[in-house]
């Protein structure tokens, strides 16, 4: 493996988020065109991509360099496509034949209770959302308010699609932190 790539990822294991965004930008394209072909899905092909480097990046401790980094990212990428696959299949099986979810399905609409419910966790987030870097707030705001994808987020923020990934990625990391010291 090169040596640039090993300083990287040893830079990355000492928490290094300019490392960590190289490496995003090096192997995104490998882990993506990997998903790509076996899902025949752009969305869930981003989707376990990014997913891939979230786990990664929580996992690069225990990333041996004997190793390809490279083999090491489509391993966690194969194993999260199959997790996926058995929970869609799990869900499936849960609800073939059980008439209350398909009707709660095909009953949408929110009921009084339900409203207030969804307006009062709305609010919660809404304040911790606030307590992100302004950066973090504008980015979880355009993709799940304004819902822009990637490319226009990139485009609006006038930075590089991956990077506009990552940041969103560390955005909803640390908004579940945030989260989870308030509980």
Do not use: C
């Not at 987030?125 to 987020?153: C, D, G, T, W």
């Amino acid at each position: 493996m090169d040596n640039t790539v090993i300083d990287i990822i040893r830079k990355a294991k000492l928490g290094n988020q300019i490392a960590f965004s190289t490496l995003l930008d090096t192997f995104w394209n490998d882990v993506y065109g990997f998903q790509l072909k076996r899902t025949q899905n752009e969305n869930d092909a981003e989707d376990i991509t990014i997913q891939t480097f979230s786990k990664a990046f929580d996992k690069i401790g225990t990333y041996d360099e004997k190793y390809e980094f490279k083999t090491w990212l489509i391993a966690i990428s194969k194993n999260i496509h199959v997790d996926l696959v058995r929970k869609r299949k799990r869900n499936v099986l849960d609800s073939g034949g059980n008439n209350e979810a398909i009707k709660s399905v095909l009953d949408d609409a929110p009921s009084a209770e339900d409203r207030l419910i969804i307006e009062q966790n709305l609010a919660a987030l809404l304040l911790h959302i606030k307590k992100l870097k302004p950066h973090y707030q504008e980015v979880i705001n355009l993709r799940y308010f304004s819902e822009m994808s990637y490319a226009a987020i990139a485009q609006e923020l006038n930075e590089p699609i991956n990077n506009v990934k990552v940041k969103l990625l560390r955005a909803k990391k640390l908004l579940a932190e945030v989260i989870k010291n308030k509980m």
